[in-house]
C-alpha cells in the first residue's frame, strides 16, 4: 500500500511569514494525525482528526496554528506568523484503527529564520 | 505528570554487542506499547508492539521488547546490533486508547 505522503520535505521561511503543509494519508485511513518533532525531543501531538472532525487539538497553539481536513481525505497545516520556535519536523500519521499503530509520512522539515 | 520517559539519551556500542533500551512510562490502567525507529533521513517505522497476552515481543530486525507491568517498563532489546542498527529509537504508549504519546528518544551509534 502506498504510504502516508506530505510535501514539501523542506520549508525555508522568515519570522512572521506563513507556511502550509500538506499530507494526503493511507487510503481509508480515518484518523490523521499531525505531530511536531523538535530536534532532540520525541513527537508531540499537535492535532488529531477522525475523518473530517477534530478530536483532540488541546496541543495546538491555535493563536497562530490552524488545520483541516476537508472531505476527512487530504489535511492541510497552517502556521501564521511563524516564529523562530517552530523549527521543527513536522510529521503527519494515519491509522486505521488505534491500537495498530501509526504511520508516519516523511515528515516537512521546517526552518524559521 | 503522566509520560514515557526513555532514560539514555545517546548509546555507542560496537557491532555484535547486546543492546537494550529502557523505556518506562506513568499511565495507570491499560495502555499498548510500540517501539519506533527512525533511520538517518527516514520516517518514523513501527519495531514492534504490545497489546495483550506474551508480555516477550519479537519484532522486525530480530528487535524484540519485554513488557513488565509492575516496572511500568517495556524495553527493547536485541542480542547482537549491526551498524545498520544505526538509528534513534522512540518508544510509545497509547494510554488508555488514546494518542500515541512519545518518549524522547534514544540515538544508537554502531560502530563497525
Known amino acids: 500500500e502506498a504510504g502516508v505522503a506530505q510535501s514539501p520535505r523542506y520549508k525555508i521561511i522568515e519570522k512572521r511569514q506563513s507556511v502550509a503543509f500538506w499530507c494526503n494519508p493511507i487510503?481509508?485511513?480515518?484518523?490523521l494525525y499531525w505531530y511536531q518533532q523538535i530536534l532532540g525531543q520525541g513527537p508531540k501531538l499537535l492535532i488529531q482528526?477522525?475523518?473530517?472532525?477534530?478530536?483532540?487539538d488541546s496541543q495546538l497553539p491555535k493563536d497562530r496554528f490552524s488545520a483541516e481536513r476537508l472531505k476527512g481525505v487530504d489535511s492541510t497545516l497552517k502556521i501564521q506568523p511563524a516564529k523562530l520556535e517552530d523549527s521543527a519536523v513536522y510529521l503527519c500519521?494515519?491509522?486505521?484503527?488505534?491500537?495498530?499503530?501509526?504511520?508516519f509520512g516523511s515528515g516537512t522539515r521546517l526552518t524559521v529564520v | 505528570a503522566q509520560s514515557v520517559s526513555q532514560h539514555n539519551h545517546h548509546v555507542i556500542l560496537s557491532e555484535a554487542a547486546s543492546l537494550e533500551l529502557g523505556c518506562n512510562y506513568s499511565?495507570?490502567?491499560?495502555?499498548?506499547l510500540f517501539w519506533y525507529v527512525q533511520y538517518p533521513g527516514q520516517h518514523l517505522q513501527l519495531l514492534l508492539k504490545?497489546?495483550?497476552?506474551?508480555?516477550l515481543v519479537k519484532g522486525i530486525k530480530g528487535f524484540e521488547a519485554e513488557f513488565i507491568k509492575s516496572k511500568f517498563s517495556f524495553n527493547l532489546r536485541k542480542p547482537s546490533v549491526q551498524w545498520s542498527d544505526t538509528a534513534e529509537y522512540f518508544c510509545?504508549?497509547?494510554?488508555?486508547?488514546?494518542?500515541?504519546?512519545f518518549g524522547t528518544g534514544t540515538r544508537l551509534l554502531v560502530s563497525p
Open positions: 500519521a494515519s491509522s486505521l484503527v488505534d491500537r495498530d499503530g501509526y504511520t
Open positions: 487510503s481509508g485511513h480515518a484518523t
Open positions: 482528526f477522525q475523518n473530517n472532525g477534530v478530536v483532540d
Open positions: 499511565y495507570g490502567g491499560t495502555v499498548n
Open positions: 504490545y497489546f495483550s497476552g506474551d508480555p
Open positions: 510509545a504508549v497509547t494510554p488508555g486508547f488514546q494518542k500515541l504519546v
